[in-house]
């Protein structure tokens, strides 16, 4: 209860690194399998990486297979100056028209020191593969026509084995010749599409699968750690359940865990995928074309400036949103809850102008919320639209440069489509992260408190088999300097029985609590068949000791269910026979005995009923032991009768300490110890007690007169 | 919770006045989202003619020039135009949520308790959460995945078209098939969805009742077996996150697939036309960003789709809370009530509720002025008569009249103003202690708020706390002791200077001394209200004027204390237990 409520509400935490290393112990069991999830994260890259290229392929060798590098001078006179200029490699003659490269061309005219005039010329390649396809004689007689308008390519400015055409020439064919010289063209965009569905094919059954081995190494992993926390909280000792609050248990369990799933199935290997497909887009770029990626990267750096800027503002405004909005479900909750005092007092209008304000506020930051991803998203994407025409501009350029392939170029723009998706990414999955922090340092939290000493060390191996119990000077107190017990001495004999009475909070259920070790003794001993409890296994105890509470708690499930306590396998024949003995007949009545469905808490239950059941369960395990917290609450007289018997019942043949509320239980034990304040006050029979006119006399006639009016 | 059958047909009939005051907006952000998207379509011709005119070399640098220029003044004007539509629609759809949430919370605050008693704050809460929120999913992004459907839709495929008819038939296949795939799958998603859900909540409701009864699963060891419960459970939500998956997990391949199909079929069939000259490579480049700009709103049509449904379920719901009509209605003519006497008087009250009779016959006068003790077990009716008394309910027959008049004769609110109660149930808001005091209608002085504490005793304690007046109440701040709140909530009631002023069971947490202050405090009041005091304790009603004594919904006994005791019925019973019970406490 003392948690404090700061450390609640930080939603987000920094990264910490002692934090990731003990969650990624979780995640170790599956190790095999998350590196299966992250090979298949590598082919996925790879697919998103190869598609553009695909294409380029198919753009370059099929679509569009022309060179325009090269161009004729428009001077013919120019052309012996330049020869000397030019390397072999970089002209080439074809008939009587002399070609150059128009980079080297540029060069040579400023040895000259005067610019030389060219038109740029495209040429149409038909490699030597598809000129195989084609028939290397019908080409072979095509360039060796009269008036020719396909050559053999010159070497070494192209492949040994090409043939030539001028694009112009190419348009200028009949439509059925200029198909003949396209049809290997056609050949090769289709198996570059079957390719392609192959990839795509590849990549949706990968992304499918990896999402279900994600999913499944994450499920798993949570499935751990919620079974793990659960049971490490069982197994937590009595004392700190006093000061945790259940609904707190119950969401480290539920919701933070959920958290925790997030992180696990999505973010982390996320973050693996983006920065991989980044790393892997980039260095393809950088091998197609240094200069176009350097482009993309410039934009890229605006990206992550603005998403930096803008990250910090938007990430506080979302924050302020969340507790404003929490605010106004808190004030709508409590004025429910609270309906009566706006109505008694008559303040709806107050209270309705009083919203207006939260609710006002709420919609302000919401708006400005809207105004920074107004901002955020157009501008991000302008940026892409803009690195497309970017790209274009300069890409464009080297075109007509003769340095740049349609292909190159446009694979760049399907890149540029995908470069700054991770970046965006990478900020999400970090978001989600933190929050997976905060929820992890929770649950550390819980799971680094000490267990329970189930077996104690001193414990000798031999658990004793007579069942007398016996307090020794014991002292007990929960919080330090408040002392509930201050020395209590008394002892029961085998098959014995004590009641203890006394007003509320003198001390009488610490007492009980003692004998199956909820809570350690701060000095003193208490004894069970001559042993301190202090040695002897809890298991031993609790089995052998059983606890009657005060408030009975039912567990929603069959009747059987709460009366074997959750066995798998629960004796029915054997409830059959407590449930007779103990007169539980309105179980029979149930629809469905004793596999009747009760509600959580019982509701459909009397109190007596409840209480009934709360007696077989304790008879069930067959203790030596019997602690009896006797309910105060008032049952109606039927009930009554049943349950006076049903303890008498009980009781026959064990050990057993009562803390007493009737008279009729008071008067069926051996001895009466009255405690007072931490002390045993009184103790005797019922009738010395009575004629001793003590405390226990005042007591006794109080419950009289109670009684007596029931 | 009547109204006329034919309002009740129009779903918009709460959402329309809300809505109709930003139609402006509405209007304006669409037409600047379908400008956008035409700008959005007409780059992608940019590009295609540049890289045409390059291809045959009728571009050169200035032509470039001019292309990235116009480009990037296109990009300019969305980014502003989409800046624009965002702050259009979304904003209107908080503006119109918050309208709403309004109208429910004033709606809550305006119905009577018979609503509140029926329905669970956690239902009530529900409504202004998630059914809002779906309502304003599907008034702000529904609209707007909607709208940019239809706009996009229609011009892109406008602007393929005229590039080239077969192409565009041609890759539309696989976009429609993105558009039925989120169509078709989102009911089942949602359905899995909800199985995960009811599976979480299994959990919850699991680990919330084996923490509330672990003392119980430790004194049984039955740890482990309580382990194996959680286990199944857990199990549960795994089996159910995987089957899950398999449906969803597969949405989003299959989308990715079928846009590359789409290009796909560009590559091949358009590559084809260009080698037969009938096509250009920038026309593939434009298609490829058509594509690109189709997938998007088939995507959104699907979830478009499945907002509304949900929109329209949740608007269902609010809209019946807020057609509700107080049951507790104030007579058109109703008096006003501006100075009572403090008159009472219970003329053959019978109350019954869910067919139990709670109050059988009641009938008792006071005098202006006069002090009157309630005293009876639990469920006897003394805190009905209080709700009667102030309107919470009506009687099922007989009157109550105060001043002579029937209580549902005066106007509510004046009635409330004029009786000061201090509920059994102490609830103080987590606002300051002077503002959970101060809750008159028209706030009142510091030095009042502090004479009122003073009188009901709880003075020295506020002024302990480190802010006195100024702390908070509550989870975010001071937790009270039981007494401090009890007397907290009697400031408040006498901060009112009610005429008549109801204490029921108001000092149950306080000790004795502290007790008789407060009614020592409470009867030198110059004003002289009438005064009833609903208590189990003899010691807070011995001197009351005289005394009531309810037994399951009937007078049992009236008179003075000393009458009551001569009776020897229930009162005297009562009072020799509690004699003892000091008693023993004294020892």
Redesign the interface.
Known sequence: MSEPITQEEVKERAFDVTLMRRLLHFVRPQTWLLLLALVLVCVLNAGDILKPLIVRSAIDQYVDPTSSRFVQLDNAADAKLVDGLVPAAARFTLGDRSYYDKTELAHAGRVLGRSLAGTQVSFYVITPDKAAQLGVETLASYASQAVPVLFEAPTPAFAEGSFLMNVEDLQRLPATERDWFRSADRAGIRRLSLIFLVVVAIMLVVAYGNRLLLEVVGQRVVYDIRVQLFQHIERLPFSYFDKAPSGRLTTRVTNDIAALADMYINSLVNLAKDSLLLVGVLVTMFILNVFLTWILVGVLVAVIFITAVLRIPMRDTHRMARTRLSRINAFIAERLQGVRVVQLFAIEEKEKEKFDVINRDFTRIRLRLVHLNGIFRPLVAALSTFAIALLLYFGGDRILGGTLSFGTLITFTFYAAIFFRPVQELAEQFDTIQSAMASAEKIFRVMDEPEEVYTPETFDGCPPSSFDIEFQDVHLSYNEGEEILKGITFKVEQGGSVALVGSTGAGKTSITGLVPRFYDVDSGRVLLGGTDVATLPAEFLRHNVAFVMQDVFIFSGSVLDNIALFEEHPDERRANEIVDYLGMGFVKSLEGGLHYHLYERGNNLSSGQRQLISFARALYFDPKVLILDEATSNIDTESEAVIQSAIRKILKGRTSIIVAHRLSTIRTVDRILVVQRGRISESGTHEELLAKGGIYRNLYELQSLTEEKA | MTSTETKRTNRLRHLGPALSRYWPQYVGGIMILGAVDVIQTV?PGI?AR??DE????T???HE??V??LQ??LL??A??VG???W??LL??SA??V??QM??NL??K???LS?EF?DRHK?GD??AL??NDLEAVREALGDGLLMISDFIIMTTFTLVAMFRFNRPLTLMTLVPLVLIALVVTRSGPIVFRLFKRVQDA?SA???Y?????????????????D???????ER??D??RR??KL??VW??T???I??LG??A??IL??AG??L????QFS?GG??AF?TYI?MLAWPMLALGWAINLFQRGQASLARINEILDMQPTILERPDALTLDDMRGEIEFDHVTFEREGKRILDDVSFHVVPGQKVGIIGPIGSGKTTIVSLL?R?YDTTSGRILVDGHDVRDYR??DL??A?G?V?QDV?L??DSLEENIN???LPVGTEEVQEATRLSGVYKNIMEFQDEFSTVVG??GVTLSGGEKQRVTIA?AIL?KPRILVLDDALSAVDADTEKHILDNIASFETKPTTVVISNRISALRHMDKVLVLDSGHVAEEGTHNDLLRAKGMYW?IF??QL??R???K?
Do not use: C
């Open positions: 780059i590009t540049i890289i390059l291809a045959v070399f571009a050169g640098p470039l020039g292309a990235m480009i990037g990009v300019l969305m980014t989409r800046y624009l965002r702050y979304w904003g908080r503006r949520e918050e949430r309004r919370f004033a809550f605050m305006s308790a509140h704050t009530l809460m202004v959460t979480f959990l919850s409701d680990v919330q009742e084996a923490m509330t009864g672990i003392r119980v699963i430790k004194v049984f060891t039955r740890e077996a309580a382990a194996r419960g959680l286990r857990a199990m939500i795994e996150n995987v998956v398999t997990g597969l989003f391949p299959l990715d697939f590359s199909i290009t796909l590559l091949w590559g084809l260009v080698t037969r000259g490579i593939l480049v490829n690109g102030t919470a509510i609110k409330r103003r009786i109660v509920t609830f808001f987590s809750v008159t209608e989870e975010r408040r009112k019973h020799r237990k003892v019970e008693k023993v406490e020892e």
